[in-house]
């Protein structure tokens, strides 16, 4: 698993937990030293030992943790970067869903070696959306559960009334229902096209 992703989950527990817990949890899942670097990899069960001891330590499901860091990726303010980069993918958040499938390609242009499930989007009526991520269970299981909190939070910052729902994974390929029940319905987050900001080596403290 590319280092990115490991720090992140770090820095998600170490912004919404406080270092402390974050060692706790570090120290229960045997990471020594207890922090993962951005530009190494790591094998997957290092991770998943990490989100075990999370779910213990925080009484939530894994699930909710899941969804939880997706949000902390958009919301964030130590992320600002990432929700900007993320905001250029539409003027609303339908054209924003309709640019998800060249989001692992834009990945591997920010870090060349960090490979994301793709994505597929099927538009099955209007204001009704299905997300297939193809591969979650290759390392990143529950990549699709962190989608749906990205998604969510990029409704918000849209101004999007949206209903989402995570149907589980089938033959390694996550399904979300999305539901666009007003793309107009609040007045989002300020975004200006025109004030760029430097991607971070990572995105947390």
Sequence with gaps: MHGLIARTFQCFLQDTY??????????????????FEAMLDYAPDRVEAVLVAATVRLHRPRETILEDVGTYLITHPN???????MRYGGVDFIDFLHSLEDLPGRARLAVADLVLPDLEL??????????LCHGSGAGLRGFGQVLVGVLRAMADDYGALVILDH???????????????????????????????????????
Excluded at 18 to 35: C, K, L, Y
Excluded at 122 to 128: I, K, S, V
Excluded at 168 to 180: L, P, S
């Design 167 to 205: 149907r589980g994974r089938r033959c390694g390929t996550e399904v979300i229902d999305i539901t666009v029940v007003e793309a107009d319905f609040s007045e989002g987050r300020d975004f200006d096209l025109g004030a760029a900001l430097p991607l971070r080596e990572g995105y947390g403290g």
């Design 79 to 85: 992320n600002e970067s990432l929700r900007r980069l």
């Design 122 to 131: 099927r538009d099955d009526m209007t204001g009704q959306f299905l997300l």
């Design 18 to 35: 406080g270092q402390a817990v974050w060692e706790e949890i570090a120290t229960a899942a045997r990471v020594d030293p207890p922090g």
